[in-house]
């Protein structure tokens, strides 16, 4: 899991509540079984046409947003039934923090688990980060949990677990695998 801490990126506001799974990626996509590849679905029927062509009304159609890596969204994200490849299809695209209002609680660890940063704001605060023009970039702070928007620093609360293995880049094989030497050892007095 690729560590994330520091980070400046573009943002591209996608302000809707209750985006759901299936609009993030729809089920029709879900027969691969790699983490890869997912990306060119993302928000595929908000992204193309019945023809496949690209919707020129949807924003990340638009130019000018094709390099955002943050994504700027409503309340109750990632709503919706518990497929991981979601937040696979958002990684594969390219972003790698998602701000919202709020999280349904398995896409939220599903975030966590694969190294995609979800943070929650307040509307207000949401809104203020919405005004940010598309080639102007915003920091991430990970570590002393804020938001650089111009000379405004706005905080938000993650459990310092997640940061911390956010932070080292630790998915949980890495964390299992911190345990080698006593795994080791038990199964050498089992006889395994």
């Known amino acids: 899991m690729e560590a994330i801490n ?4 573009y943002v591209v506001p996608i302000l809707n509540d209750n985006i759901d799974t299936d609009q993030i990626i ?3 996509f879900l027969k691969r079984i790699e983490k890869t590849g997912f990306g060119q679905f993302l928000f595929d029927e908000w992204r193309y046409l019945d023809n496949r062509d690209e919707n020129p009304d949807f924003i990340l159609n638009n130019e000018e947003y094709k390099n955002a890596t943050i994504l700027l969204t409503g309340d109750n994200f990632g709503c919706g039934s518990s497929r991981e490849h979601a937040v696979w299809a958002l990684d594969d695209y390219g972003f790698r923090v998602i701000i919202a209002g709020g999280y349904s609680d398995i896409f939220y660890m599903n975030s966590i688990n694969n190294g995609l940063l979800p943070i929650i704001l307040p509307k207000e605060e949401r809104e203020k980060i919405a005004k940010v023009k598309a080639t102007d970039t915003i920091k991430i702070e990970l570590d002393n949990q804020l938001i650089k928007v111009g000379d ?8 310092k677990k997640w940061r911390d293995k956010l932070i080292s880049g630790l998915d949980e094989i890495d964390e299992t695998m911190a345990y080698k030497d006593q795994i080791l050892a038990y199964e050498k007095v089992q006889g395994i």
């Open 6 to 9: 520091h980070y400046e990126g």
């Open 26 to 28: 729809p089920k029709n």
């Open 152 to 159: 405004e620093s706005i905080h938000f609360d993650i459990d």
